[in-house]
């Protein structure tokens, strides 16, 4: 319980806290019902025998009733801070909307770029078979996947032409801090695998840690597919888009080599949805039509 300051002239009022009020309820319900029974008992009930017996049926009858009333009282309780922690994460998210957009247009990237890897990518791990908090994780991922590039110069980042040595090596360090980045906002830190390793290759000669195969974060060589149709269906300040048919050569061209085999497969073999739902552009629909799935 505190006190809350009004808005002047208006005085101050009494703020109950949660467990204060579920607390007082609890014990005023109790209160009521062992005085009004115990006073009802007492003017129905008059052998001792029967009285005791009686009185045992109301302690049970108390102990089912209190019952009942916590789990309702909880029960709201724990709604509402559910739904307080939705708001919350939905406030979340749509910062990180903004951020992004403002990544994007400083990285050039063209439009909806950052929007439609989400969309797809969380459809795609929907086929894939995750679900609940690997979605959340995929999403958010997917949304950051290149927040290390902040940390880099504009020189690197939007050169028209092709980097030296020098300039390769600092774009590589970009997974690392993304990673470094995102490991320091909690509820960020699972979808930290998306940024840090979705340069690796299934072959194990992608960067930044050299992984191979399944020791690749599922996320990331989910994302990795979804990141390279992105990349080559759409211009890039060193590059026009590739034609379509040009892109899923690639695709099948890089499975067992860039890329992981099965999720390409899974990727071709539900194109046409895919594709649809990258280019929808309504960020919280990531549902691919049922006929879709597997």
């Known amino acids: 319980m505190r006190v809350r300051q009004a808005p002047p002239g208006e005085g101050s009022f009494v703020v109950l806290s949660p467990q204060f009020r579920t607390a007082g309820t609890y014990v005023l319900v ?35 009733g209190t019952g009942l009333l916590l789990y ?66 995929i999403k958010f991922g997917a949304l950051l996947h290149d927040i290390g590039k902040l940390a880099l110069p504009d020189s690197i980042l939007i050169k ?7 300039e390769t090596r600092l774009m590589r360090t970009h997974p690392r801090m993304g990673y470094d980045m995102l490991q320091r906002i909690e509820f960020l830190r699972g979808a930290s ?56 050569n690639y695709l099948k061209d890089a499975a067992g080599g860039q890329l992981d085999p099965r999720l390409v497969q899974l990727f071709l073999n539900n194109y046409a949805a895919l594709k649809t739902l990258a280019l929808t552009p309504n960020p919280s629909n990531d549902r691919l039509p049922k006929s879709a799935l597997p």
């Open 72 to 137: 309702w009282m909880i029960g709201r309780t724990v709604r509402r801070m559910a739904e307080a922690n939705r708001r919350l994460l939905k406030s979340h998210e749509e910062t990180l909307h903004v951020l992004v957009e403002a990544m994007d247009i400083r990285h050039k990237e063209t439009s909806d770029h950052s929007e439609r890897v989400v969309r797809m990518a969380t459809g795609l791990a929907r086929l894939a078979g995750l679900d609940s908090d690997a979605l959340r994780d």
């Open 193 to 248: 695998a998306i940024p840090y390793s979705h340069h690796e290759r299934w072959d194990g000669t992608g960067y930044p840690q050299g992984l191979a195969g399944e020791t690749i974060p599922l996320a990331a060589r989910i994302f990795s597919v979804v990141d390279v149709w992105d990349a080559l269906s759409f211009p890039r300040v060193y590059k026009p888009a590739w034609p379509e048919t040009d892109v899923l």
């Open 30 to 64: 109790s209160a009521i019902y062992i005085w009004l029974s115990g006073q009802l008992l007492g003017s129905l009930v008059h052998d001792p025998h029967r009285l005791v017996f009686y009185q045992i049926i109301k302690g049970w009858l108390f102990v089912l």
């Open 160 to 166: 028209p032409g092709k980097l030296d040595e020098d």
